[in-house]
């Protein structure tokens, strides 16, 4: 069964300070990687997309970076603002044409002053 | 501007009525998705269409129905056989020419009174 499973579950940082969150998946054949950030009663907005070949991309302060050997993705917060509280989800789409991705649980950020 | 549009953002709801929530999207995407969000837990998928006039169910579908007559539009029902139906709902909505990027609409929340 294609799972994805991030840690921790929850996590809290001064700003300022830097964070990563985990992601590791099971999802076989696997075409791509995205982490989404969702702030509190909004939907989820995609912040990158990894594919195979990939091992790190950056997106301003964030950057993710793959293992595809492994199954392992991480997101990397860098001088966390205020704004970064939020739920960061990481999301794996399989291949061959499936259009059903797989989600995790998510990662709630909240950034102290 | 392109997006997708959920509605109402707030419902509340009597025991034993139906609902509808309503999702429309400009994108000109083929797929369209239904999820229901609940605290601490990852997004589930209720129904999906990768198609007009096609839809399948997802891994609770069960007390929900959807329509799919327009290509733009995805509305929910939320049945009264549906035992727990207080939560968050998100729509969203993707190509099936991208890279999958899941573009969600900012969701409704229903509460059963």
């Known amino acids: 069964k294609n799972q994805v499973e991030q840690s921790p579950q929850s996590l809290i940082i001064l700003e300022g300070k830097n964070c990563t969150l985990q992601?590791?998946?099971?999802?076989?054949?696997?075409?791509?990687l995205r982490w989404y950030k969702q702030d509190t009663g909004r939907g989820p907005v995609s912040l990158t997309i990894?594919?195979?070949?990939?091992n790190t991309k950056s997106n301003g302060r964030y950057t993710a970076t793959l293992d595809a050997d492994t199954k392992q993705s991480s997101l990397h917060i860098t001088a966390s603002q205020l704004s970064d509280s939020a739920s960061y989800i990481c999301?794996?789409?399989?291949?061959?044409?499936?259009?059903?991705?797989?989600f995790g649980r998510g990662t709630s950020l909240i950034v102290h002053p | 501007d392109g997006g997708i549009t959920q509605s109402p953002k707030y419902l509340f709801r009597k025991e034993g009525q139906n609902v509808t929530l309503s999702c429309e999207q400009n994108?000109?995407?083929?797929?369209m998705y239904w999820y229901r969000q609940d605290p601490g837990q990852g997004l589930r998928l209720i129904y999906y269409?990768?198609?007009?006039?096609?839809?399948q169910k997802g891994d609770i579908a069960e007390g929900y129905s959807v329509s799919r007559e327009k290509k733009e539009s995805f509305p929910l029902t939320v049945t009264s056989a549906q035992k727990n139906p207080t939560a968050f709902y998100l729509c969203?909505?993707?190509?099936?020419?991208?890279?999958?990027?899941?573009?969600f609409g900012e969701g409704s929340r229903l509460t059963v009174l």
């Open positions: 969203a909505s993707t190509g099936v020419t991208n890279t999958g990027e899941l573009f």
């Open positions: 992601c590791n998946y099971t999802v076989s054949p696997f075409s791509n």
């Open positions: 990894m594919t195979f070949s990939e």
């Open positions: 999301v794996v789409r399989p291949g061959r044409g499936s259009y059903i991705p797989t």
């Open positions: 994108l000109n995407h083929d797929a």
């Open positions: 269409s990768q198609i007009v006039n096609d839809f």
